[in-house]
């Protein structure tokens, strides 16, 4: 079954559609080989806030990562501002989410691959935005995001990642130092849509 979400980014409405139920997606299977629970199939108020961040920028002639797209909602924003965009994710489901949501909003430049980021494949490259929402919700994954950061930023690229000011998140600026980057925290924004409330931090981070 099926749901849709009707967000508007910048003056311009974007139709998703995504699963109804995020408990229904849940494998125990999945789980038991490494602990995957689907928080893909839900657009969280993070993915909203990087969305508008994303929006301010002139992506014409650049390149543009989502690690954990979703369903797709940043790498769609990016995409309507000229960045060459792609989305990738350890859900093969998500990325058929993604690109479906893409082609429903004209927006077919939106690429999308698999990737993990424990095994980060070799060919991915180097991009001028990185971005990623609501990944630090385990203390590993500071770390696991900071290295995948670290392989992929461009040397004058950007990243951007939010977060609902998890724990975890605590360990991100420590993380990134010991990869050779600088996380700085430039904005706690506040989310007050569809009776959710709560505040999304906003870190940008650079090389050294």
């Keep these: 079954m099926l749901a849709a979400t009707e967000i508007t980014v910048a003056g311009r ?8 139920s995020v408990d229904e997606l849940i494998s125990e ?7 995957r629970i689907p928080y893909w199939a ?3 108020p993070s993915a909203h806030v990087l969305a508008r961040r994303v929006a301010r920028e002139r992506g014409a002639g650049c390149s543009f990562l989502e690690l954990g797209c979703g369903i797709g909602l940043p790498s769609l924003v990016a995409a309507s501002v000229g960045f060459d965009a792609l989305a ?5 489901d998500a990325l058929e989410f993604t690109a479906a949501n893409a082609r429903a909003n004209d927006l077919p430049q ?3 691959r698999l990737v993990d980021w424990r095994k980060l494949p070799d060919d991915l490259g180097t991009f001028d935005i990185v971005a990623a929402a609501d990944v630090l919700y385990e203390r590993p994954q500071a770390a696991l ?3 995948t950061l670290a392989a992929t930023l461009a040397p004058d690229g950007l990243g951007l990642v939010t977060d609902p000011i998890r724990r975890p998140a605590d360990a991100f600026d420590a993380a990134c130092q010991e990869v050779g980057l600088v996380c700085e925290l430039v904005d706690l ?6 009776g959710t409330d709560l505040t999304v931090s906003l870190f940008e981070i650079r090389r050294a």
């Design 145 to 147: 995001v900071a290295r």
């Design 42 to 44: 839900d657009c969280w």
């Design 88 to 92: 990738t994710d350890y859900y093969a």
């Design 110 to 112: 939106v690429d999308t």
């Design 189 to 194: 924004i506040p989310y007050n849509e569809a």
């Design 13 to 20: 409405l974007y139709r998703l559609a995504r699963p109804r």
């Design 29 to 35: 299977e999945d789980f038991a080989i490494d602990e």
